[in-house]
């Protein structure tokens, strides 16, 4: 088990690392006849590409033009594998010399090492935030796919260093920078930054996505509820450390009566189960959020150690986000509707193909 496919009937396989010559994938599962080319993907890869977004983001300028090798015939898809690759252009490998034998501090080096007993320390290689590339083009495939059946997502941040947007509006934060929920937050938040930047430092954030749309009925019993492959498919990126979906851990601390939501002949009165009970969709909006932790490369000294067990310090050069937003934003989206467009066609296997 590679782990490098994802999906049941909807399936994307991706391969790369950050410092290979490309990053890529393959999608398979996609039905025949949906609308698709390469500029619907490369608007999806523009959102999440480095070398833009002001102090958070790296320098790394990166072009990621997609370029679709199978799968497309005319503008639309043939319904056999979409191949396609994304080239890395602005690699500066030379960078991770010095921390060739080093473990960094929130990497996932050591955790490499101990698992196949080497690593690409070259910006992590697979580990690296780059290998969402992938992700996003295969979300993009999907996404046309669920245009098909009027099935949206959105996504937008809520929250950057501790300093909540105040409140969300996710139509307008395609448009905003940080992906911001609320038309202010982005002048808070680029404060944040730029202070966090001073100190040398980096800071996480929480962002909201949000599907509507969705038919009632999506969803497996037992193990492969939806709310559990939508919590798998987002903490499957690497800077994600939680996900709550509804009104998530608020629920803990609610009574039962607060938290059900009532219904009426016309539906539902409110949506704490973000649009899933017991696993299954209800046709309400689905509502998720998930914790993305400061970006582990920090220019302050860490004490860490080296391959051989020995205590020494580190302070990691290079070129890097200072917050992973706005970046994750669109990667999540993507996460979001793979689980989606795979979840309709189970459904549909199960009622005969209808």
Known sequence: MAGNTFGVLFRLTTFGESHGPALGGVVDGCPAGIGLSEAMIQAELDRRRPGQGGPAVTARAEADRIRLLSGVFEGRTTGTSIGF???????????????????????????????????????????????????????????????TIGVAVRAAAVELGGVPAGATDLDGAQDRPFFAAAPDAAVKWEQVVREAVSRGDTVGGIVEVRATGVPAGLGEPVFDKLDARLAAAVMSVGAVKGVEIGSGFAAARASGSENNDPMRAEGFLSNNAGGIL?????????????AVKPIASIAREQLTVDRSGRETYVRVGGRHDVCAIPRIVPVLAAMVRLVLADAVLLQRRMEGGQ
């Open 85 to 147: 690759a994304v080239e890395n252009t602005d690699q500066r490998s030379r960078d991770y010399e010095a921390i060739r034998n080093i473990f960094r501090p929130g990497h996932g080096d050591m955790s490499y090492e101990a698992k196949y007993g080497l690593r690409d320390y070259h910006g992590g290689g697979r580990a690296s935030g780059r290998e969402t590339v992938s992700r996003v083009a295969g979300g993009a495939v999907a996404g046309a796919f669920l245009d």
């Open 278 to 290: 017991a696993g299954i969709s209800t046709g309400q909006d689905i509502v998720l959020r998930a």
